[in-house]
């Protein structure tokens, strides 16, 4: 799964929440549970002093220390149950002292002395041999005659730390496969709401300045998806309208410059013909002629990239083998590059493509002149023509000036010149890139451009091959 779509950062956000809810709550429960046994430790240790202290040491000085010995023995039996167990009078006599416990690791005689604190209650907690620790309760006792006593009583901790390692490793072993399954899951729960997006995606991906009357599909989910559509729809409805008027416009404009155009051609070509005209006056008229001629290229043009793009100009496609339209449009061109001592060479591979012959032919006569022009004598033009991915490749590559990187994003707009002096002198207007353009994007395929300034320019033409269409 790539980490920079939509439905990875969804996931990668759930199950960073959910992990972050996870330790929160580990940790609260490891805490808790900590405490709760710890307590209930406590509490039970209490518990049982004030019971030795009320049911045995209240009665010691009458039935004798053998007596409360046999019954602490019988009551708790410290040997089996774990527990330790110790009775100390005022004056340092021990009266009762639990043996080793069943805990191999708990060593009854070296659990030190506690001092006599009249009236302190209090645990502690010993580390003794083997990292067993002990917490043990003193609970000082007054019988009724005024003699004092010490009981103590403690548990291993053992248990506890066994619990709570349990625990440590349950936390450990389950947050991460909860982890997993919740990747997983948000992954599949995330594909079925996107599923919607994804399809709109990939059919606005289709639609083009040239598939515009298309329009993307509205799921009818009642939500954001839905209104989503509905909006892109209407955008488009409205680029629609705004290109097509646009189009209109550059059709109709050029369409109706031509007439005046051709009627003021004829007029000044019959001024020309008076043979009393002033040489001023003829250059002028020439001058005149001249502009004109321009004029009357540029309008031609724009009403060739009008009609294109509106599909007015429907190209008559047919099964055309391009290494051979390449090898014919170069030798036709073989003579201007003669006259500027420019090598010209052609590599291309048999293959066929579906174009209409003579709107391809312009395509490759523009970029093979350009490519002439703007190359200095003794240089060097290559066309190439091979199959990259299903995909007829064109190359026209030239050793000329190149196209400065600010201005290479520019160069199929209308009217564009990197270099409007020198395009003017030539002849040029600006718009025969734009035509390149029109005539591939309405075979189905595209023109881009490479260059880099005083190494040289790369016009690449991609096509669908014949068996791809």
């Known amino acids: 799964m790539r980490l920079d779509t939509l439905r990875a950062r969804v996931v990668t956000w759930y199950v960073g929440l959910l992990a972050a809810a996870l330790m929160v709550f580990g940790a609260t429960l490891y805490f808790a549970v900590q405490d709760y046994l710890k307590t209930s430790l406590r509490d039970s240790l209490v518990d049982e002093a004030n019971a030795i202290g009320a049911k045995f040491l209240a009665y010691e000085e009458q039935k004798g220390p053998a007596w409360m010995a046999g019954e602490i023995s019988e009551a708790y039996a410290p040997e089996l149950s774990g527990r330790f167990i110790r009775i100390t009078r005022r004056d340092g006599t021990v009266l009762y002292e639990s043996s080793d416990t069943r805990d191999s690791g708990i060593d009854a005689s070296a659990v030190s002395q506690s001092h006599f604190k009249n009236n302190v209650r209090g645990f502690r907690s010993e580390r003794q041999a083997g990292s067993q620790e002990l917490l043990i309760y003193a609970d000082p006792f007054r019988s009724s005659s005024g003699t004092n006593y010490l009981i103590e009583t403690g548990l291993s901790l053992a248990p506890i730390q066994r619990i709570l390692s349990s625990l440590r490793s ?75 008027q646009n189009r209109r416009f550059s059709a109709d404009v050029s369409h109706e410059l031509r007439t005046p155009l051709t009627i003021m051609r004829g007029e000044l070509e019959q001024v020309l013909l008076e043979s009393t005209l002033q040489p001023a006056v003829r250059d002028s008229v020439a001058s005149a002629l001249e502009e004109i001629d321009r004029m009357s290229k540029i309008v031609e043009s724009l009403l060739a990239i009008a009609r294109l793009d509106s599909g007015m100009d429907a190209i008559d496609p047919k099964p055309v083998d391009v290494s051979t339209l390449c090898r014919w449009v170069m030798e036709q061109l073989r003579l201007l590059a003669d006259e500027k001592k420019i090598t010209m060479t052609v590599q291309t591979t048999p293959m066929i493509v579906l174009i209409d012959i003579a709107h391809m032919k312009r395509v490759l006569v523009n970029l093979l002149d350009n490519a002439i022009k703007y190359t200095s004598p003794g240089g060097n033009i290559k066309l190439i023509s091979f199959v990259l991915e299903k995909m007829a490749i064109i190359e026209v590559s030239d050793t000329g000036v190149g196209i400065p990187p600010a201005e290479l994003p520019h160069v199929f707009d209308r009217f564009f010149r990197a270099d409007k002096v020198r395009s003017r002198a030539s002849g040029g207007t600006g718009l025969g890139l734009s035509i390149v353009k029109a005539i591939c994007n309405a075979h189905g395929g595209s023109v881009t451009l490479r260059s880099e300034e005083g190494v040289g320019t790369v016009a690449r033409i991609e096509l669908p091959l014949a068996h791809e269409v």
Do not use: C, W
């Open 170 to 244: 349950i936390v450990l072993i389950i947050t991460p496969l909860i982890l997993l399954v919740a990747a997983f899951g948000g992954q599949m729960l995330m594909k079925l709401p996107l599923q919607p997006l994804v399809a709109l995606s990939e059919r606005a991906g289709y639609i083009g300045t040239s598939r515009l009357g298309e329009r993307l599909p509205v799921p009818s989910t009642h939500d954001e998806m839905e209104r989503l559509a509905l909006s892109l729809n209407r955008m488009i409805k409205r680029l629609e309208d705004a290109l097509s």
